[in-house]
Structures are given as structure tokens and as C-alpha cells.
């Protein structure tokens, strides 16, 4: 962390894990892929594709085909290895293109509970209209924070005063 290397909060995560033993060794895969892999695990069908996002250039999604459910890993969220925690509005856009090209009904972000296609499509949704405003408001906080509240007509959320905060982090 003092050299710039690891964040806080990884660095957190990383001792919490590995209580026990800290002697951490990389292995590297036995398989690699460029683009997009499709796995055949008999009868059951799993696409892992790049994604890449805002969290992390690397981001992989795996599809599995027959059950229609999307492991998002970290792609859809923010990128944390930088000065300020930020999405930037090109590269969520992209993202959520992306995705939306998958049959889904059961979608798996890696620190929240399993979303359904409904839940998604509002966390897509309030990302996308956030993207919208920070772009057409260049990116000043407080008129996005004017213009979602007019458009979702009610006292703004937690969650979404923190996505804009990203966004304008980003901008």
C-alpha cells in the first residue's frame, strides 16, 4: 500500500483471507483464450468471454448457455486502482452493450446476491441514465444530481448518489 502497488482495500481483503499462511504462490492457467472460449462440460455449455470495463482492463464474464445465467465477476463495477474510485461513461456504455447480448435470466455479480433479469435491467438502467447526464451536464455533480432526481421524481438513494459521485469521478 505505501508503495502504490496494492490498495487498502484489496490489501484488507487479501489479510482477511489468508489468515492462516501467507506464503501466497501465482499459478499460472493451463489454458489461455484471446477473445472468447466456449467449453463444452457435457451437456452444459460455458462461454467465458473479455469484457474488460472500468474495474479492470482483464474482466472475463462466464456464460453458462443451457441454464441462461451470467457470472459478471467484477466487470460491472467501478475502477478502484486509482486516484479517485470512477466509471467513466464510453467504457460503461460499452460494457453494458456488451452484456446485453446474452439470453440471461439469473445474473451473478461477485459481491451481491444473484440479480434477476428485472434487477439487472434496473442497475443497468440507473447506469446508462446516470452515464446520460454526466455527459450532458459535463460531468457537474450537482446538475446530474438534479436531473436523475427530476427524472426518477423522488429523494435519490444512497447507491445512486455514490454512482454519480463515480461517474463525476470519471468524467
Known sequence: VREGTEI??????????????????????????????????????????????????????????????????DCIYPKMYAEKVHYTVKEILRLLDELNAFDVDTYIPSHQRPWTK???????????IIAKF??????????????????VNRELKEDELETIAYFVNGY
Open 8 to 73: 487498502e482495500f484489496c490489501a484488507k481483503a487479501i489479510k482477511e483471507e489468508y489468515q492462516e499462511h501467507r506464503d501466497i504462490q501465482v499459478v499460472l492457467p493451463d489454458v489461455t483464450f484471446d477473445r472468447r472460449i466456449e467449453i463444452d462440460l457435457g451437456g452444459v455449455t460455458c462461454i467465458v468471454q473479455h469484457v474488460g470495463g472500468d474495474h479492470a482492463a482483464d474482466s472475463v464474464i462466464v456464460y453458462v448457455k443451457e441454464e441462461k445465467i451470467l457470472f459478471l465477476g
Open 134 to 151: 454526466t455527459d450532458r451536464c459535463g460531468g457537474d455533480r450537482q446538475r446530474i444530481m438534479s436531473e436523475y432526481q427530476a427524472h
Open 118 to 128: 428485472e434487477e439487472f435491467r434496473q442497475e443497468t438502467d440507473k447506469l446508462r
